[in-house]
């Protein structure tokens, strides 16, 4: 459920209020440069003002009260900013004029708690040799590259056509490399020379693949204004980060491809195909055998600053540098409406098991396209390969749903915070199309290889929810996404007078949240939910039309004095009031009509529902089954468990028994005999025992011996001119008096030693017999 509080704390902060030039109330749209005004990190806020961006922190525990704002002091910005794009890990903030980009690092959330009211950045102009307020080319497109170490490569769309790619960690002047779609060459540090073939006309969008998409991340999707869509892929900085998986995913695709193109009718090397998917193999592999001695980089996401993302550093492979565009897609079925207005805006969206893309008309005509296999890449080298021959297949993509908005110039804005949807941003509405209904049992159909599901609601109709978000006359300069303490995400727009909040997530689609406090730690259970009708969209407008639009007779005025019995007179009244006749019951005819258009759609989605929960009702009755036989193992192990512990309680009663019934009394003599073994062990262990005495007389005998030693060496050299006329193996002192002699001493030593070995063998013949005699008692006593 939404936060009341949360929502007035947002709407009444001072940071929307309007700047003394007005400038956020006069929105412009100028081709298809998004002019969001508008970027959020979490639950913080940066809005523009005429040339400077405020800051504010929105909902924060404690802070109830705070409603003022921080300015960005932005030195190198002298231009109006019209818009904001903010990178991926919230650390840089792109702020983009008609034809002239600067960005900024963008401080630290503790700033924002600084008694300044003005925070000093970092901030640099990007290509101000190429981009100035009075260079004719406008800006289209600005993006950042998700695959840009340190989440700064910033990608930019022209109106001349040409797609530049800037490495801010290296230079913010030029870019590292630019791609001419008006010739389709690349130039720069890391690509070779040029190269032409057909052009690309008039571009007017760019954007990224979904991650849903294994080549995603490394393909480029560029739109025409007529609507065609062509992908540069692989589109990497000369350091890109990307994950371990998925360069391995990559790399497990390219080798199944190149496999099944050789298993294939397009097996021979001289294929155009098959040469094209072992480029892509070759271009991979070297790029995966970067892993071992890749070094990593730690990012954290913006969504949630506790996830911390570890990305491997890889440098692109400069193995066929110069990229191609693959294209134009064909779309199929291609229905003639779009042929009557131009393309926009696209972004790519995740479907579930696929990728997508939804493209925006000037018509007011949403299209969603999806993708029939991943992206593979395509080099200078493919350039020649003939798309008209059947060895190609050539790249297609799938139009599975039309909605049609009113006519009106419309933007695409797609937020991954809020899965399954995307909103459509027009001059004066905001609509946001739910396509969860059809996406999800699609996306389970295709993840289980279940075909039929497949063609059943392919077959059925896909049918998106369409609801009106918000709607103002000045339009919306500013939307974003915001989160609350609690990480609900909410769409914050903003016409340049007003502030509003809507709850981005449909309220049946949120998590239940129940947060268990603890002294140490907090433990968050979530419970999703399982299962989703196809028929939650309600049934309440088709009635509405039924019952109050529809009409079988004109009204009395349109029919004047003319009887419907009466044979009509050829006059021009007449004709004129038969004109006005035929005209309203075609306009009934036509609502009929939908109202028909509707009820099949409807009827369809309840075949496709009804097969769901008949496979649902056999699965639950499989799950039965086996739960049941589950359920009878566990009764018969709990019966098992129970006969143990009556056997183990049973043997417990008898022992104690046992013990209490059978165990004698000690006799004095035994008693004796214990008390002896006791006094016989103390004079053995006590401190003036036997063992010590004997350890101590060892020790002296010891010391003695290794004294008499040194004396017998001292005295070894005078013995020749001191001991003549006495026996070699006696020693005189001084006084005169005769010494022990060596084999003395080698006797007194021999008995010292059969003295510790009777003690030894004593103290262990008594210890064997005390032991002994302890099991014996203590079987007798049992």
Excluded at 24 to 42: D, E, F, H, K, V
Excluded at 420 to 426: C, D, G, I, P, R
Excluded at 605 to 620: D, I, N
Aim: hydrophobic share 40%; proline share 3%; net charge negative.
């Amino acid at each position: 459920m939404s936060d009341s509080t949360f929502i007035d704390k947002v709407t009444a902060n001072r940071v929307f209020a309007l700047g003394d030039d007005g400038l956020l109330a006069s929105p412009q749209q100028s081709g298809s440069l998004s002019n969001n005004r508008i970027a959020t990190r979490r639950n913080e806020v940066f809005i523009t003002d005429g040339n400077s961006v405020r800051w504010a922190e929105i909902g924060t525990d404690g802070q109830t009260s705070m409603t003022s704002y921080k300015l960005l002091d932005l030195s190198s910005v002298n231009f109006i900013i019209e818009a904001l794009e903010i990178n991926q890990t919230g650390t840089k903030l792109a702020i983009i004029g008609s034809a002239e980009i600067a960005v900024c690092v963008l401080p630290s959330h503790n700033n924002i708690s600084s008694s300044k009211s003005s925070i000093a950045v970092k901030s640099h102009k990007v290509g101000a040799h190429l981009l100035s307020e009075t260079s004719t080319t406008r800006l289209l497109k600005v993006i950042w590259n998700p695959t840009g170490r340190y989440d700064s490569n910033l990608i930019t769309l022209m109106s001349d056509a040409v797609i530049r790619s800037f490495d801010l960690c290296i230079n913010y002047e030029q870019p590292e490399f630019s791609y001419d779609l008006s010739t389709l060459g690349c130039n720069g540090s890391n690509v070779g020379a040029s190269f032409s073939t057909n052009t690309i006309i008039d571009p007017v969008s760019i954007t990224f693949g979904a991650s849903s998409d294994i080549m995603g991340l490394i393909t480029l999707y560029v739109l025409s204004s007529d609507g065609d869509i062509y992908s540069l892929c692989p589109w990497m900085p000369s350091q890109a980060v990307l994950s371990r998986e998925s360069i391995e995913q990559m790399f497990d695709f390219a080798v199944s491809m190149e496999q099944e193109a050789r298993q294939s009718n397009i097996s021979n090397n001289n294929n155009p195909q098959r040469r094209r998917y072992l480029r892509q193999l070759d271009w991979v592999s070297r790029l995966w055998n970067q892993i071992p001695l890749a070094i990593a980089e730690t990012r954290f996401s913006l969504i949630n600053s506790s996830v911390v993302e570890e990305l491997l550093i890889v440098k692109k492979p400069a193995l066929f540098s110069n990229i191609a565009p693959a294209g134009p897609y064909t779309v199929s079925p291609f229905p003639d409406v779009l042929y009557e207005g131009e393309a926009v805006d696209f972004s790519s969206v995740d479907i579930g098991a696929m990728s997508g893309l939804i493209v925006a008309y000037s018509n007011g005509l949403i299209a969603t396209l999806l993708s029939d296999n991943s992206t593979i890449t395509y080099f200078a080298d493919d350039a020649n390969i003939d798309r008209n021959t059947d060895e190609v297949s050539p790249e297609t993509l799938s139009l599975v749903e039309s909605i049609q908005l009113p006519l009106q110039h419309s933007l695409i804005y797609q937020n991954p915070q809020v899965p399954f949807s995307f909103f459509v941003v027009t001059e004066t509405t905001i609509f946001k199309v739910d396509y969860a209904a059809w996406a999800v049992p699609f996306s389970d159909a295709v993840n289980q290889g279940d075909i039929e599901m497949v063609e059943s609601i392919l077959e059925s109709g896909i049918v998106s929810t369409v609801s009106e978000v918000n709607r103002s006359p000045h339009g919306f300069p500013g939307r974003a996404i915001i989160t609350d303490k609690s990480g609900l995400p909410y769409l914050l727009t903003y016409d340049g007078q007003d502030a509003s909040l809507v709850l981005a997530l449909d309220e049946s689609r949120i998590f239940n949240r129940t947060n268990i406090s603890t002294v140490d730690e907090k433990v968050e259970t979530i419970e999703s939910v399982a299962y989703e009708s196809l028929l939650a969209q309600p049934y309440a407008d088709i009635e509405r039309v039924l019952l109050g639009n529809v009409k079988t007779s004109p009204p009395q005025q349109l029919l004047g004095s003319i009887s419907l019995n009466e044979q009509m007179k050829c006059d021009g009244p007449s004709l004129n009031q038969f004109s006005a006749i035929v005209n309203f019951y075609g306009d009934q005819i036509s609502m009929v009509h939908r109202v028909s258009f509707w009820i099949h759609n409807r009827m369809s989605l309840q075949v496709t529902e009804y097969r769901r929960q008949m496979k649902k009702v056999k699965e639950f009755e499989e799950k039965l089954k086996d739960l049941s036989s589950q359920n009878q193992q566990l009764e018969l192990l709990q019966v098992a468990l129970d006969r143990q512990r009556r056997l183990s309680q049973r043997a417990d009663i008898l022992l104690a028994k046992l013990s209490s019934k059978y165990a004698l009394p000690l006799s004095e003599n035994e008693k004796k005999w214990f008390d002896e073994v006791n006094r016989v062990q103390s004079k053995l262990n006590d401190k003036q025992g036997l063992q010590i005495r004997v350890e101590s007389a060892l020790e002296q005998g010891q010391t003695i011996l290794s004294k008499a030693k040194n004396i017998l060496e001292d005295k070894a050299n005078d013995n020749n001119n001191d001991t003549s006329g006495i026996e070699k193996d006696t020693v005189i002192n001084s006084s005169g008096s005769l010494r022990l002699t060596q084999d003395k001493i080698d006797r007194l030593k021999d008995l010292l030693f059969s003295e510790n070995q009777l003690v030894e063998n004593t103290k262990t013949l008594l210890t064997n017999m005390i032991n002994v005699t302890t099991q014996e008692l203590a079987q007798l006593c049992v």
